[in-house]
DNA sequence: GTGCACATGTAATGTGTTACATGATTAT
DNA sequence: ATAATCATGTAACACATTACATGTGCAC
């Protein structure tokens, strides 16, 4: 496991955005749309441990003295800014868009700021080949399921599956139209 | 943790639809669109022994005497086939829906043939409600912020996944419809 | 008789979860 | 002063992943 866990790549991001503290970090796990990574403090302090120990992160509160129960708020470092972008950046692969299509999101919601315009739009690019292909061997695996055995929940689970991936594939779309019209 | 992991429950499920090996399984994963779980060894063998462990399931195949490195299947038990079906009539809450819709996709796939056509009526119906409410609430607040802020990845990340919630809300209202079509 | 698919397992490691514990600050 | 909220942490545990290890049976 070389790469780092998504839940330190989601605080990487989340720092990069403005520094903050576990608290605020747990805040935002627990209060918006990043509801499913876990609030708890077990999860997100031992992660910051582990993210500023690999000199990703650093402590950036003029934090007098004595540091015991007070406020500690962490900066992305320039090695931290580095392996954000080096994920971001990183190339798409058909193995992500069949396993990791969560990351994936994730990915592109950290781009705006970390990464230039042109990057967004080719990893959009990477994504609609790679899930339109997968996609598609889906749907014609389930047509032909569908055709030789009557409907079942297991047939319509999967069914559900792919129509999830088609409004993916129609979404990053109608995105890579939208992010190209402003792209200067 | 009261509950087995999602992983224990694939596999009753996949057990209880016909009696299989460890191997059988892992290829099921490897091949199927049940993909997102690892074939490895390390985590099936481990997780087979934990359910035989709790009698959840048993060795069926006429294994002569020395059993060294032979195919063994497992059946479910009654106390599995009763696990199984517990875990499939669970009442659904707004955290299954806010966090695992997956586990709640799985649990529908299962429901043919262990539990009858009304509670997987009665299941849609609940899934409908709660995320009908949460795709809502998550479309309002998606709104909002584009209305305040200028649209950027991060935005856009997070309409994709109000879409999702929405194409799976379309999908369990057809199939309310088209199996309550056929419930005698 | 060599290679490959079948088939099962263990050990090391990392990490997420739950539950517990505790100090600091602010409002009443 | 006392309760609530802010804020950070640890310990026990379960589990998935990776890499390693080993045996069986068949085809060529």
């Known amino acids: 496991m070389a790469n780092a866990s998504t839940l330190e790549m989601a605080l990487l991001g989340l720092i990069g955005q403005k520094p903050q503290s576990g608290y605020d970090l747990r805040k935002t796990f627990a209060t918006t749309a990043m509801r499913h990574y876990s609030d708890s403090p077990g999860s997100i302090y031992p992660a910051l441990r ?11 509160n003029a934090n007098g003295g004595a540091d015991s129960r007070k406020r500690q708020e962490f900066a992305l470092t320039g090695a931290g800014k580095g392996s954000l ?3 971001l950046e990183r190339e798409l692969t058909r193995d992500d868009v069949m396993l990791r299509l969560g990351e994936l999101l994730l990915r592109f919601a950290f781009m705006d700021g970390n990464v230039p315009r042109s990057t967004t739009i080719r990893f959009l690019d990477q994504f609609i080949r790679e899930l339109g292909v997968y996609a598609g061997e889906r749907r014609a695996q389930f047509e032909q399921s569908s055709a030789r055995m009557p409907l079942h ?5 999967f069914e559900m599956g792919i129509k999830g991936m088609e409004t993916q594939l129609a979404w990053a779309q109608e995105a890579r139209t939208r992010l190209a019209e402003k792209l200067p």
Not at 50 to 60: C, K, M, T
């Open 85 to 87: 972008v080096a994920w």
């Open 50 to 60: 582990r993210l500023e120990s690999r000199g990703l992160i650093a402590q950036v």
């Open 153 to 157: 929940t297991g047939l319509l689970a």
